[in-house]
């Protein structure tokens, strides 16, 4: 099992956690009305933490966030001006695929808090589900969902979740012309940060399970927020590689560029977690796969165009031959030492098992050109200290991860020495263990990755899309 999934698979496993309990806290008030069913219901929808197997089971949340929904609605009715009951019934219906029910929840929730960001996050989510369950109007139809991301961006400037958000889902629906110009937007904020439902941390008199609910709803939630940050990803490495493979290596760089910053604002993102830099190291080492490719391109490129070559050599082997006569023409050298050369290209290893052939290949002729280059005297390109930069940079990455996983192992044996954690003091502690890991690839939010110049970012573009749209009525998910 590769490092990358073991990682995941333990943070995972924390869902499972046994807490003994939690520090008492000072004398509750009188609680409010509803306020039994309230707690109640998120016990019944964080009902699979209790068990890893149903934790694990599809059939088993489905069953719990099922079982939730009249318990909070019983809390709704007993309190209707309780925003923090509406949204809680918003989400849940909103996990159990109740879309229109979690709609019409968390619009009555908005109407009492209308400077809260994540009310127009879920309403987001709720308006982008509904718009996919029609595909042939769903890019026409996305209208809705964006303008609701657009307005949690608004309400938190500094913020760039909402806005990648926002690109997630219309790059679902092939809408590029509205994700690429809030991709552009959210990357010039200073940083991100999630959203945190409204979980009481003291559910019920059993502190252990009170903790393990409150981390179930949590951590679910905010994995399904992560989801879209990595779809942004996946969208971003896409299009630029159909735009390298048109050959345009400028604008494919400046895709992976985003890409790569997304990464970095998910690996800083607050409040820091495993789950957060895990998902960001992943983000990253696959940008610095696509940055290192792209660069080696321009490199070969520059390098045979020098050489007089007019097109592309058919294959590696060719392309070598390729750069050594131009190397050996710019260096006078003899017939023998350009044969001395091909040799030393050809005695290099094979690719390592993590790497296919072709990446490889490309990523080992533009090594050795660049070498053969400097102890030739020729001048340097700019794309040989890109992909130096890349190249070197993805190693320390690849390292942090191992840094990761050792400090994974630390929280589990530091926690299971705690006597009653709080959830604040697991959160503290988590965030101390992955300090050094951000620290040490330097993930801070003033760190970007610039498109190269000749490439200005896009403006944001308005809309331009239908507006909203009766929605259809929905069963539960299956």
């Known amino acids: 099992m590769s490092t990358r999934h073991s990682i995941t698979i333990a943070i995972a496993a924390l869902f499972g956690l046994t807490i003994a309990g939690l520090a008492a806290g000072p004398a509750a008030k009188p609680p409010p009305k509803g306020d039994a069913d309230y707690r109640a219901a998120w016990l019944a929808f964080a009902a699979p933490a209790s068990d890893p197997n149903k934790a694990k089971s599809l059939d088993a949340r489905q069953q719990a966030r099922m079982a939730a929904i009249p318990l909070m609605e019983a809390a709704v009715a007993a309190d209707p001006r309780n925003w923090a009951y509406q949204e809680s019934l918003g989400y849940i219906c909103l996990t159990a695929g109740r879309y229109d029910k979690a709609k019409t929840a968390i619009d009555k929730a908005i109407g009492m808090k209308r400077d809260r960001p994540l009310l127009y996050m879920l309403r987001g989510q709720a ?136 990464g970095r604002m998910v690996g800083a993102m607050a409040p820091n977690l495993f789950l957060n830099v895990a998902s960001g190291i992943d983000m990253m080492e696959d940008a610095y796969r696509y940055l290192a490719r792209v660069s080696a391109r321009a490199v070969i490129r520059g390098a045979l165009t020098a050489a007089g070559e007019q097109a592309p050599p058919p294959d590696y082997q060719e392309a070598a031959k390729a750069l050594i006569r131009g190397v050996f023409a710019y260096t006078r050298a003899t017939p023998e030492q350009e044969t ?130 009766r929605s259809k009525p929905v069963g539960a998910a299956s």
């Open 340 to 469: 001395a050369a091909y040799a030393d290209w050809k005695r290099l290893d094979p690719p390592p098992t993590s790497m296919d052939d072709t990446r490889w290949s490309l990523e080992l002729l533009t090594s050795f050109y660049i070498w053969l280059a400097g102890r030739a005297g020729l001048p340097r390109q700019d794309a040989a200290a890109d992909f130096d930069r890349w190249t070197g940079e993805a190693g320390v990455v690849t390292f942090a991860r191992g840094q990761l996983a050792a400090g994974l192992s630390a929280y589990v044996k530091q926690i299971g020495e705690m006597s009653a954690p709080t959830v604040q003091e697991l959160l503290m502690t988590e965030a101390k263990i992955v300090a050094p890991v951000i620290s040490g690839i330097g993930l801070t939010p003033q760190t970007t990755y610039p498109p190269p110049a000749g490439k200005p970012s896009p403006q944001p573009k308005p809309a331009g899309v239908a507006g909203d749209r």
């Open 127 to 262: 308006e982008a589900a509904l718009a996919q369950m029609d595909p042939p109007e769903a890019a026409k139809n996305i209208g809705p969902a964006i303008s609701a991301f657009d307005r949690a961006g608004q309400l938190d400037p500094n913020n760039a979740l909402p806005l990648l958000q926002a690109a997630s889902v219309a790059f679902d629906v092939d809408r590029p012309d509205l994700a690429v110009s809030r991709v552009s937007q959210a990357l010039q904020r200073p940083g991100s940060m999630l959203y945190t439902l409204t979980v009481p941390t003291d559910l019920s008199e059993d502190k252990g399970a009170s903790v393990r609910a409150w981390q179930y709803a949590q951590l679910g939630h905010w994995y399904e927020l992560l989801a879209r940050f990595r779809n942004d990803v996946r969208l971003l490495l896409k299009r630029g590689a159909a735009l390298e493979q048109r050959g345009d290596l400028g604008g494919a760089d400046q895709q992976y560029r985003w890409a790569l910053q997304t």
